[in-house]
């Protein structure tokens, strides 16, 4: 067999990929931004994303990095509470610390925190309730993130039973995937646009 041929089960689980539409994410998850703007937050040249937690709401709250500086989203309500547009040079992108941090802003201002994106770093890939993330690429380069729950591995039970193709970056570069630390927030970062979904815990 060729080093670079699928065999069959590979070749059957990537046309399983490729023929899976994109489905919204199923209960108890919700789609922060409104579908009116394509269920999506536009952030021009993004770079990472990182969880902190509101001091007062106990929020989850997701700082983004651009290359147009910081902001600070409320991960419930989807309201940027917090924006700086001119960081110092060097806190301005996390690739400068040891350990891939930025200095917080608005209600988290004195904090570091970490973020995931083009610079490295990671955000959780499961959630409490057995929730899970994956990410494949059956037609690189474009990702498809794929949310999964028990044993619901993409190559066991139906699409939409167990696993749902939440989200296709085939217009920009996906930049990070995950759970907030609580569980409570999925998010999708691309080079682009931020996309959240909230559930209650």
């Known amino acids: 067999m060729d080093q670079h041929q699928l065999t069959p089960y590979q070749q059957a689980l990537r046309d399983r990929f490729l023929a899976a539409p994109v489905l919204p994410a199923p209960a108890p998850w919700q789609p922060v931004f409104s579908p009116r703007h394509a269920s999506c937050a536009p952030v021009g040249g993004l770079l990472g ?23 600070l989203f409320d991960a419930v309500s989807g309201e940027k509470i917090a924006r700086d547009r001119d960081p110092g040079d060097e806190d301005c992108t996390p690739d400068g610390t ?88 999925l998010a999708v970062a691309t080079s682009s646009d931020l996309t959240l979904w909230t559930r209650p815990i």
Do not use: K
Request: aromatic content about 10%; charged content about 15%.
């Open 49 to 71: 994303i990182g969880f902190a937690t509101h001091p007062e709401s106990g929020n989850d709250l997701v700082m983004v990095v651009s290359q147009d500086g910081h902001g």
């Open 98 to 185: 040891d350990d891939l941090t930025c200095p917080g802003l608005g209600p988290v201002a004195g904090a570091r925190v970490r973020i995931a994106g083009l610079f490295g770093g990671g955000l959780h890939m499961t959630a409490v309730g057995g929730w899970g993330l994956e990410v494949v690429q059956p037609a690189w380069p474009h990702d498809r993130v794929l949310l999964t729950h028990g044993s619901g591995m993409p190559h066991r039970e139906p699409h939409g039973e167990g696993w749902w193709h939440i989200f296709h970056s085939y217009y920009s570069e996906l930049r990070a995937v995950g759970f907030s630390p609580s569980g409570r927030t």
